[in-house]
């Protein structure tokens, strides 16, 4: 399961969606997740499915290994759509059994909140999946830089969060190492009863702890080595620059937004 999750990976390219400035990947990321919670019908969400397959088609990337991204969150997407059916009032009953009683609104809203939930996971790996680190870095401070006016520490947060983003998929091969050497010696994840496997948990966890701060340890001492000073005075091997791709992205996802709005006032 550990090697399902996308989120954080890179895969590297030359694709239209590889070529964009990463400010406004960012940008429209962000349009596209809007977008999707505007959303309000299962016409529009059939639209959001369908703008996201043409973006991962033109990624390069295999449809059904963003899928996989989704599979480790199953659980959470479960817990929400059972929380909505319970908690969601209604007028239309479609069943009842003693305090428990569905409705069609509840079911609605359920199913919703699931869809979102996905799209919200599939199209940040995308962002992910078709942008480098140091991209990431780059755009992130230059989307922040005004805020610099106010003593906003625009670099430092957005090396903070490429890193963090970065040292998932090697958290989540160092976690899968650990569990197997434990299974190796004996040790049982899966059996037992919830706090049973918690207990489990920890022979897991204190490693995975001690490899985490190492490895920051080491990269604090490689930045260092390597004269690191924040922002202040950087330079660039490549300055970012928008292209007519940037521009054509733009137009397709905010005729996506309309679309969606116009489909929402007509159906809704």
Not at 91 to 103: A, C, I, P, Q, R
Not at 207 to 217: H, I
Request: charged share 20%.
């Amino acid at each position: 399961m550990l090697k399902d999750i996308t989120l954080g990976q890179y895969f590297p390219g030359h694709s239209p969606i590889h070529r964009m400035d990463p400010r406004m990947k960012l940008i429209l990321t962000i349009a596209y997740i809007v977008g999707v919670f505007m959303v309000s019908n299962l016409p529009g969400y059939a639209l959001a499915l369908a703008f996201l397959y043409l973006v991962v088609r033109l990624s390069g990337i295999r449809f059904a290994y963003l899928l996989k991204g989704v599979k480790p969150l199953r659980f959470i997407i479960l817990f929400t759509f059972v929380l909505n059916l319970l908690f969601t009032e209604g007028e239309t009953v479609l069943f009842s059994l003693g305090f428990f009683t569905l409705t069609a609104e509840a079911l609605e809203s359920a199913t919703f909140f699931a869809l979102r939930l996905v799209f919200l996971v599939m199209g940040t790996s995308v962002l992910t999946l078709t942008t480098s680190p140091v991209q990431l870095t780059d755009g992130l401070e230059r989307l922040m830089r005004p805020l610099q006016r106010f003593h906003f520490p625009a670099h430092e947060l957005a090396m903070m969060m490429t890193i963090a983003l970065r040292f998932i998929p090697t958290l989540l091969e160092e976690t899968d190492k650990i569990q197997k050497a434990q299974m190796a010696r004996g040790a049982d994840f899966e059996s037992g009863n919830l706090l049973a496997r918690a207990k489990a948990m920890i022979p897991l966890l204190v490693p995975l702890f001690v490899s985490a701060f190492r490895r920051a340890n080491d990269l604090a001492m490689a930045m260092e080595a390597r004269c690191y000073r924040g922002g202040d005075h950087r330079t660039r091997l490549r300055e970012l620059r928008y292209t007519r791709l940037d521009a054509i992205g733009a137009l397709a996802t905010a005729a996506f937004i309309a679309v969606v709005v116009l489909e929402g006032r007509l159906l809704g």
